[in-house]
């Protein structure tokens, strides 16, 4: 079992390929800041910091990626004018084994699961959650693309809490420039399986970019999208759009 070491440099056009696939044999811990806008009646805005640490594990012809996110979320009280909490999420594991050796085409294939690690009511679900996730990538000459699929449902936790029933899907179409700059887009687009009809999804439509930059010596992914909810659910609230910055460090072989 050989966890990848910190040592080599790579170019930045090597980096950003590796840093845009979620079952890379690169070790990178992602801040991603996701900024909701226009929340309820009264325009509120959420905002959510996932502190994503990935971390590949080689078992011969195989790689095990176990990628964490811890959410930092201020949820604002859409009842009132003012006011709101802020603390801790519920936690997500996700491990992949993928093979090392797969073509053109790779995948990643393993467990999701959902931890109520959330510091109040308003910021998690109070359930336990488990599910399947499915990845596949293909990185033909400056392109990466690949989509990850998966579903959480309630397997335990408080009574009193609704029951979990969650579905996500994530498309990723990524163009690679030279120096490390890069256009990327990647909506997440769920569904709540446990809603009613026409408040069950919510699909995003947007863009952005980023460039693989360095502070010293230590690579860092650089990126801001901006997404638009073309499809939202008909009476929960919703945010009009989002934008997501995020700061990537990396630590390749």
């Known amino acids: ?30 801040f991603q800041n996701n900024t909701n806008f226009g929340i309820g009646s009264n325009d509120k805005t959420q905002n959510v910091l996932n502190i994503q640490p990935v971390i590949p594990v080689n078992f011969g012809k195989w790689n095990l990626i176990s990628r964490t996110i811890v959410p930092l979320i201020y949820q604002p009280d859409l009842s009132q004018q003012s006011g709101g909490e802020f603390g801790l999420g519920d936690i997500n594991y996700t491990g992949f084994l993928s093979p090392v050796d797969s073509g053109s085409v790779t995948w990643g294939v393993g467990p999701t699961v959902s931890l109520p690690t959330a510091s109040d009511d308003a910021l998690g679900s109070g359930k336990w ?20 699929v998966n579903n959480l449902w309630s397997v335990g936790g408080d009574n ?15 163009y690679n420039f030279q120096k490390g700059w890069y256009f990327t887009t990647a909506p997440i687009i769920t569904a709540n399986w446990e809603a009613t009809s026409g408040n069950k999804w919510l699909i995003p439509f947007g863009a952005g970019g980023g460039k693989i930059t360095r502070i010293g010596k230590q690579p860092i992914n650089l990126s801001a999208q901006v997404y638009y909810n073309a499809v939202h659910p008909n009476s929960a609230p919703h945010a009009d759009w989002s934008l997501r910055l995020q700061a990537q460090l990396l630590f390749p072989k």
Do not use: R
């Open 1 to 30: 079992m050989v966890v990848a070491p910190c040592h080599a440099q790579q170019s930045e056009e090597e980096l950003a390929k590796k840093s845009q696939n979620p079952i890379s044999n690169l070790i990178s811990v992602p």
């Open 129 to 148: 959650g488990l599910g399947p996730s499915v990845v596949v990538i293909t990185m033909p000459g400056k392109w990466v693309i690949g989509a990850l």
């Open 160 to 174: 009193d809490d609704p029951d979990v029933n969650a579905f996500l899907f994530q498309y990723f179409i990524n």
